[in-house]
Protein backbone atom coordinates (compact mmCIF):
# COMPACT_ATOMS: atom_id res chain seq x y z
CA UNK A 1 0.00 0.00 0.00
CA UNK A 2 2.82 2.10 0.94
CA UNK A 3 4.65 1.51 -2.76
CA UNK A 4 1.48 2.16 -5.11
CA UNK A 5 -0.76 4.49 -6.11
CA UNK A 6 -4.11 3.41 -5.40
CA UNK A 7 -4.02 4.56 -1.89
CA UNK A 8 -2.44 7.01 -0.02
CA UNK A 9 0.73 7.05 1.98
CA UNK A 10 -1.75 8.51 5.19
CA UNK A 11 -4.25 5.10 4.71
CA UNK A 12 -1.28 2.90 4.58
CA UNK A 13 0.42 4.45 7.85
CA UNK A 14 -2.86 4.81 9.22
CA UNK A 15 -3.19 1.01 9.39
CA UNK A 16 0.61 -0.09 9.78
CA UNK A 17 -0.24 2.36 12.80
CA UNK A 18 -3.21 0.25 14.05
CA UNK A 19 -2.14 -2.70 13.69
CA UNK A 20 1.19 -2.57 15.29
CA UNK A 21 -0.67 -0.62 18.31
CA UNK A 22 -3.09 -3.98 18.40
CA UNK A 23 -0.26 -6.12 18.04
CA UNK A 24 2.05 -4.45 21.03
CA UNK A 25 -1.18 -5.03 23.54
CA UNK A 26 -1.62 -8.91 22.20
CA UNK A 27 1.87 -9.17 23.67
CA UNK A 28 1.54 -6.99 26.90
CA UNK A 29 -1.71 -9.14 26.98
CA UNK A 30 0.02 -12.40 26.96
CA UNK A 31 2.90 -11.85 28.88
CA UNK A 32 2.54 -8.88 30.89
CA UNK A 33 -1.24 -9.06 32.14
CA UNK A 34 -0.58 -6.99 35.38
CA UNK A 35 0.12 -4.28 32.73
CA UNK A 36 -3.43 -4.22 31.78
CA UNK A 37 -4.64 -0.84 31.87
CA UNK A 38 -1.42 0.03 29.74
CA UNK A 39 -2.53 -2.19 27.38
CA UNK A 40 -5.75 -1.06 27.00
CA UNK A 41 -4.85 2.61 26.35
CA UNK A 42 -2.97 1.23 23.56
CA UNK A 43 -5.35 -1.01 21.91
CA UNK A 44 -7.29 2.20 22.29
CA UNK A 45 -5.53 4.14 20.10
CA UNK A 46 -5.02 0.97 17.60
CA UNK A 47 -8.63 0.96 17.70
CA UNK A 48 -8.93 4.37 16.52
CA UNK A 49 -6.24 4.17 14.26
CA UNK A 50 -7.89 0.89 12.41
CA UNK A 51 -10.92 2.35 12.17
CA UNK A 52 -9.80 6.14 10.53
CA UNK A 53 -8.31 3.20 8.13
CA UNK A 54 -11.56 1.58 7.18
CA UNK A 55 -12.82 4.62 6.62
CA UNK A 56 -9.82 6.06 4.04
CA UNK A 57 -9.89 2.46 2.61
CA UNK A 58 -13.83 2.76 2.22
CA UNK A 59 -13.38 6.25 0.35
CA UNK A 60 -11.35 5.41 -1.96
CA UNK A 61 -12.95 2.13 -3.17
CA UNK A 62 -15.82 3.90 -3.12
CA UNK A 63 -14.14 6.74 -5.95
CA UNK A 64 -12.42 4.00 -7.58
CA UNK A 65 -16.01 2.72 -8.17
CA UNK A 66 -17.40 5.57 -9.10
CA UNK A 67 -14.82 7.32 -11.34
CA UNK A 68 -12.36 4.24 -12.18
CA UNK A 69 -8.31 4.04 -11.77
Do not use: D, H
Request: proline content about 1%.
Amino acid sequence: MLRGKVFSKATAYAGILGNALLLVFEAILAFVPAFLNVGLVIAGGGGLAIMIWYLLVGRRLLRISVRGW
